[in-house]
């Protein structure tokens, strides 16, 4: 139990261009996912919380309009990095709050964003 | 400012012995403390948490220490296995949101 997941796992964008990552919670339902990022070498560095059927609330020093959230269901999150730069190149991970599981936060297989 | 820290990059031990990761936080305002274990390129795995509340928490191989006073909690892992190999990470919650340490990549030799 306790699966996320999400898509794609995987992709190279040339600058400019927007890119949507998905992340699904497939067992069960949360209310809140979280985005994270992380640089090489480096720790997890949260982004944004993500709370179904309101507006995300974003970390210091996150642009809100370069970073879209939108949770459109109890099981959806999407991030969509726009007009990407190739110092958004990084390793997007999503996580998801399973209530019924002492509030523990389970992680996706993340989403490595290559901007050329 | 680094809330969360692990002061080891890395730590090696010999298969059968005991590891012991260490994790340091300065917010006493932190309810809960998690180990997540990572391979390159893959999200977290939840390994153990432990409430603020408590002082240790125990699952099969793996146990967390919480010395509060010290503002320290570590994990160890007995006995350690080749495949247990990664890096891991301590987190620590506030109002929900996870702050994670930089990681500490254990190797375990056969």
């Known amino acids: 139990g306790a699966v996320v997941s999400q898509h794609p796992s995987r992709v190279i964008c040339k600058s400019g261009t927007s890119v949507k990552i998905e992340c699904r919670s497939l067992?069960?339902?949360?209310?809140?996912m979280f985005w994270y990022r992380q640089f090489p070498k480096q720790s997890l560095m949260l982004m944004a919380t993500s709370n179904e059927g309101s507006k995300a609330t974003y970390e210091q020093g996150v642009e809100k309009d370069k970073f879209l959230i939108n949770h459109a269901s109890l099981t959806l999150s999407t991030l969509t990095v726009t007009s990407a730069h190739p110092e958004d190149s990084s390793f997007y991970i999503c996580?998801?709050?399973?209530?019924?599981?002492?509030?523990?936060?389970?992680f996706g297989p993340g989403t490595r964003l290559l901007v050329l | 400012d680094q809330q969360v820290k692990q002061n080891s990059p890395s730590l090696s031990v010999q298969e059968g012995r005991i590891s012991i990761l260490n994790c340091d936080y300065t917010?006493?305002?932190?309810?809960?403390f998690l180990w997540y274990k990572k391979y390159p390129a893959e999200g977290p795995t939840f390994l153990i948490s432990i409430s603020s509340i408590k002082d240790k928490n125990e699952d099969g191989r793996f146990t967390v220490f919480l010395n509060k006073s010290a503002k320290h909690l570590s994990l160890h892992i007995v006995p350690s296995q080749p495949g247990d190999s990664a890096v891991y990470f301590c987190a620590a919650r506030r109002y929900g949101k996870l702050t994670f340490g930089q990681g500490t990549i254990l190797t375990v030799h056969p």
């Open positions: 996580s998801a709050r399973d209530n019924r599981r002492g509030e523990t936060q389970y």
């Open positions: 917010n006493s305002m932190f309810d809960y």
């Open positions: 067992d069960f339902q949360a209310t809140t």
